[in-house]
């Protein structure tokens, strides 16, 4: 029997790991919400187009692409707790880069490094802890992963609603020059804010142990009983010792037996649980989770909420997340990852039907005034648009004003442009917002700067010829901004939806994503996994707005729902249960299968 005093200190021990854990997920969450606060003032005061706020928005992701191509090459090389360290310094250093930002190249360059660290972040904290904790506690600890990550999301929001009110304060003792001097400095503080997590991280890493299964693999098995110790009573820590060994043993014998082949995601009875890791990564990110999070205020905005309301609906939003993630913790171990993700996509479709449908209603009242728009194109094809009450009576037709319900102040424009084929969409401009910049369309920012970057937006277009072709407006639609009770429905299904999330794929995504890999390519099978599911989320957040745009927001919520339909038949049909088993257990599963 282990000492009182053995069973503190592990105890201790373990409380650590899972500050550690929830520090990382604290990060990894105020990577991916702070967006979501600091958009709205950033779309007022940028001058960026459409296409670039999407690219900013997106400019996380595919730093998340980037990093977790190679996170599980350095979590093997260097070490998990090297590798923690080096992601929440890279974090700490986006943040200066961002906020004393001027212009799309180094906003985007910040945002690229914040990308990098939170894809490190999403590769080798959930590692480190389904590597260091007991079986019994796996669960709980990949659940404070995911519960600090929804804290920082909410924590972003929050601190976006102060400025929201802080901006509403003075709207209408300055001028609107003024005010979009203010609303340019909210931003900026928005992400200084966001900085102490980073500090926090890295300091609380340097704490931890190594992982002891990265040790064994190493050979240092001594070092390996040691960090096993530091969290297990010694029989625990032992036992799993002798596991790793008696694994270890096995592959080489069934290595030798079949010629030295090497153990590789090939292998077949390594297949099956890649394959579907990859299928759940690629369908969590799919039911449009990260890019509700990055555009909710707008969602909100666009629903018919005021800009303070919509800052509101956004706090409640990431309020909901975080306590239904309390909720899916209490749950993992108890009623298992499948009943979970099962009902988590469930109710996640129900919600995405009821928000696209509420958002088609009002749509489809669009009007497309793309003839009063082409008409202001000048000789050199550029356009500065501005979109206020006396600019919506002279571009809507009398019928839409006498009968189709318009109210002046109470519209959006959003127009779609091509230059030879690149198209591109401005962001949505309200007639009632006073402190906006004007709307710039011109070539230098509509056009791609490289032959690469203009293979990848549209391989059928001569970039040469799109330089001096004239500028097209494809659609200019203009459409009401529906009443605040419509806005509260959209909050209400969005709610939803963030609830079921929580609950389900929340929780389970990283425990299936730990879990499902064998020890020997865990690392690397996860970093595959993962940098599909962030190029999914990448090209999702990079199509967002310019889809929206030219089809609305139900096309985008009807879209997700699709995906989701198959990620509840994935879960239902394919995924076995792994509550309650060691690593070594859930390997043998698949083993045998």
Known sequence: MPSSADLSH?????????????????LYGVDVGIIGGALPYLEATSGLNASQLSIIVAAVLLGSVISTLFAGLLADWLGRKPLMVISGAIFVLSIPVIALSHGFAPLFFGRLLQGVSGGLVGIVVPLYLAECLSAQDRGKGTGAFQWLLTLGVFSAAVIGIYYSYRVA?????????????????????????????????????????ESPRWLFRRGRKQLALSALLRSRSTEQATLELEEMEQTSLSAENKSFAKSG?????????????????????????ATGINSII?????????????????HWG???????????????????????RKFLFILGTSGIIVCLLFVGALFLRTEKNRVDVRGAIQATVGPEQNLLLHFDQADAQRLLPASALSGGGFQVDRLSMTVIYTYGGFTAATRAMRSGDAGEAPVAIDRQSSLPSSKVEAFFRNPLVDLNAARTAPLTIEHAYIGPVPDAVHGWLVALGLYGFVAFYALGPGVCVWLALSELMPTR????????????????????????LPVVGKYGYSMMFFLFCGFTVIYLCTAAFFLPETKGKTLEEIEAYFEAA
Do not use: E, H
């Open 261 to 285: 082949i090497k153990d590789s995601l090939l292998r077949r009875k390594y297949v099956l649980p890649f394959l579907l890791a990859c299928v759940i990564l690629f369908c969590n990110t």
């Open 10 to 26: 592990t105890n201790t021990y373990n409380r650590l790991l899972l500050l550690v854990a929830g520090l990382g997920g604290l």
């Open 294 to 310: 990055g555009y909710n205020t707008d969602i909100l905005l666009q629903s018919g909420l005021s800009d303070l309301y919509a």
């Open 314 to 336: 956004y706090v409640l939003f990431t309020f909901t997340n975080f306590l239904m993630t309390i909720v899916g913790m209490t749950l993992v171990d108890r009623k298992g």
């Open 169 to 209: 304060a003075i709207t209408a003792s300055i001028s609107p020059a003024a005010l979009l001097g203010v609303k340019d400095q909210a931003w900026r503080r928005i992400f200084w804010m966001s900085m102490p997590p980073g500090i926090l991280f890295v300091g609380g890493s340097l704490f931890v142990a």
């Open 521 to 544: 390519i865990r690392s690397n099978g996860m970093s595959i996994a993962l940098v599909i599911n962030q190029m999914v989320s990448t090209t999702l957040a990079a199509i967002f």
